[in-house]
């Protein structure tokens, strides 16, 4: 059973940035794909990126596009988010996922695997 843990919420002005971090745990290789998803108050649960073990593809919702990146060292089986240019609509609770099966592109929240969640507020 994999277990995967985030880090790396808080509190941070508009216009400022962090990074979520999530390690894996539990087997010799962390799931083939490894995503992002968020949830506001009130709101789905939604896509914000995916990244593949190998190869390292990946996918990004359009809202996050050119603000966000996704990244992941498979040797200490992390996978990072880093976001720039926080807005306020960016408020939510950030989930690590993982998945075998899919690729990059399942934006469902559909995935195997999922962490506890870290919390981003974004003042404006």
């Known amino acids: 059973q994999v277990q995967l843990v985030e880090s790396g919420g808080g509190l941070v002005q508009a216009g400022g940035s962090l990074r979520l971090s999530c390690a894996a745990s539990?087997?010799?290789?962390?799931?083939?794909?490894m995503a992002w998803f968020r949830q506001a108050p009130r709101k789905e649960r939604e896509f914000v990126a995916a990244?593949?073990?190998?190869?390292?593809?990946?996918n990004y919702a359009d809202s996050v596009k050119g603000r966000f990146t996704i990244s992941r060292d498979n040797v200490k089986k992390t996978v990072y988010l880093q976001m720039n240019t926080l807005k306020p609509e960016d408020t939510a609770v950030y989930y690590c996922?993982?998945?075998?099966?899919?690729?990059?592109?399942?934006?469902?929240?559909?995935?195997?695997?999922w962490g506890q969640g870290t919390q981003v507020t974004v003042s404006s």
């Open positions: 539990g087997r010799t290789f962390s799931p083939s794909t």
């Open positions: 996922a993982g998945d075998d099966n899919f690729g990059p592109r399942m934006t469902m929240p559909n995935y195997q695997f």
């Open positions: 990244i593949t073990r190998i190869g390292g593809m990946t």
